[in-house]
């Protein structure tokens, strides 16, 4: 297995992080937070969270299905890996 990595002694700063790209996504297209809530059923809150991305640690399958599908996007549009500096 040549080219794996183990992680278990690292530091977030060391293997990267994934970056949550709603609010780009939403305003490229014009669409308020409020809007989202509507056409999706989610709360508010939950929405606000994904598009300030914080505290985001761990992510809601379903909430990202319905994002992509009301917005008619591909999950990368939402998530982006970034590498450690």
Do not use: W
């Not at 992680?7 to 060391?14: A, C, F, P, R, V």
């Not at 809150?45 to 640690?57: A, L, M, W």
């Not at 399958?61 to 009301?70: E, H, R």
């Amino acid at each position: 297995m040549s080219g794996l990595k183990s992680i278990i002694s690292y530091q977030t700063q060391e293997y990267g992080h994934v970056k949550v790209n709603l609010s780009k996504v939403l305003d490229e297209r014009k669409i308020t937070r409020n809007r989202l809530r509507t056409l999706t059923g989610v709360k508010y809150e939950v929405i606000d969270r994904y598009y300030k991305g914080d505290q985001v640690e761990m992510v809601d399958l379903d909430f990202l299905a319905k994002v992509c599908y009301v917005l008619d996007c591909k999950i990368e549009d939402l998530l982006e890996y970034e590498k450690p500096n």
